[in-house]
């Protein structure tokens, strides 16, 4: 819902009723994943998407009927169904949708979760969806027709509305701050009390947490395209140079935060967490080398640097030098990116950025064509 919470805002503060579609669970090779969200508004507007046009047309009509009931709807998609191909999911997978009413009275706590989500404050939403057994084998029915509106908002200091009972809310509570401290959305099982029992209720809780970051460093043209990128798949992109010159708003219009600092000066005082991304576009060993120095020792998820093989070669030889093991030299992505054969530096943008999501997805970077017989979406 991250990507359409600024247009339901809107809605919000007009007073305009719509409804929110949401993905609960996936199960195959699905086209989107739980907390993907597709919006409705009485008007008849829409935002967003839950399968990238699959299903939509169903949905929307879906969406229309809760906003005039007023009651919430779960119902799924797939090759399972008897209307199946009329709905178009044809790509193999199966995806089961909360849809629920907003605006009018309803969801009375979307105002403060959409303040959160603005301010990049780590917020979740549990939503009761049933109150039946668990299912068993590998795809489950889809939940009842309609899921009370039982909500609760959960932060890491505090917990706001409520499922129905303390002891739930309290058990519950308890696994969302875990879902949202992994930026996680999934459905939980618990007992109706909370009980260690997973075989009563069905919990769907939905992360939002700040959104990963991107430290880009050396104000180049590079540089430029990958903030771009990096904005449009979502982080929060920081450009960093020494030269002010350089670090201008007029050639990053895109990044969210511009450094005039040395670059690694600038590191030793920022936050890095394992969703961390960096890439080291400089080109300059007085730069690259404390630079890569403290990055290496960070918990980042990926560490790139900018440079020809034999610059890789003399970058390996300085930070060897200067200490650094090994097992630390390992993760260094040098040179940097996808061999996409790319030229212009957005291209180069995006084969630094589809390394960064293949590592991350655990993809192998080859063309789909070669790997027919494995699964897209692992």
């Known amino acids: 819902m991250r990507d359409i919470a600024e247009g339901i805002a809107s809605w919000q503060a007009a007073g305009t009723r719509f409804a929110v579609a949401t ?16 919006a409705v508004a009485e008007n008849g507007d829409a935002l967003g998407s839950v399968s990238g046009g699959c299903v939509e047309g169903a949905v929307y009509e879906l969406a229309r009927e809760v906003i005039s009931s007023g009651q919430p709807a779960t119902t799924a998609y797939g090759v399972s169904d008897d209307d199946a191909f009329e709905v178009g999911l044809t790509c193999g997978g199966t995806i089961e949708l909360l849809v629920r009413p907003a605006g009018g009275g309803h969801f009375p706590q979307l105002p403060a979760v959409l303040d959160a989500i603005a301010a990049t404050r780590p917020v979740a939403v549990a ?32 917990a706001v509305g409520g499922l129905g009972d303390p002891g739930l809310d309290a058990a519950v509570t308890v696994q969302a701050r875990g879902l949202l401290a ?25 992360s939002f ?29 920081t450009v960093c140079d020494a030269r002010p010159v350089f670090a201008t708003r007029k050639r990053f219009p895109d990044a969210d935060e511009l450094v005039v600092s040395w670059p690694h000066r600038f590191l030793d005082r920022v936050p890095i967490d394992e ?22 020792r960070s918990p980042a998820r990926y560490i790139g640097a900018m440079g020809s093989r034999r610059t890789h070669e003399d970058r390996l030889r300085r930070l060897r030098e200067a200490g650094v093991p090994e097992s630390a030299l ?26 960064v999501i293949a590592l991350h997805w655990g993809g192998s970077g080859q063309r789909l064509i070669a790997t027919t017989p494995q699964p897209i979406h692992h």
């Open 127 to 158: 939503t009761l969806l049933d109150e039946h057994a668990a299912p068993s084998g590998d795809a489950p029915p889809a939940l009842p027709g309609s899921p009370p509106e039982r909500d609760l908002v959960v932060t890491p200091e505090s």
């Open 23 to 38: 993905v609960v669970r996936t199960w195959k090779s699905a086209p989107r994943r739980p907390g993907a969200s597709m």
């Open 182 to 206: 992994q930026g996680a959305t999934t459905v939980i099982r618990v007992g109706r009390s909370g009980e260690q029992r997973r075989d009563d209720l069905a919990v769907f809780v939905q």
């Open 275 to 296: 969703n961390t991304v960096i890439c080291v576009l400089t080109h300059d060993p007085k730069f690259d080398i404390p630079l890569l120095e403290r990055a290496l």
């Open 330 to 355: 390992a993760r260094l992505a040098s040179p940097i990116g996808l061999d996409l054969g790319a030229r212009t530096p957005e291209e180069t943008a995006v084969a630094i950025m589809a390394e």
């Open 209 to 237: 947490a700040p959104p990963p970051r991107l430290l880009v460093f050396g104000a180049i043209d590079f540089a430029g395209a990958v903030a771009r990128i990096g904005k449009f798949l979502g982080y929060h992109v």
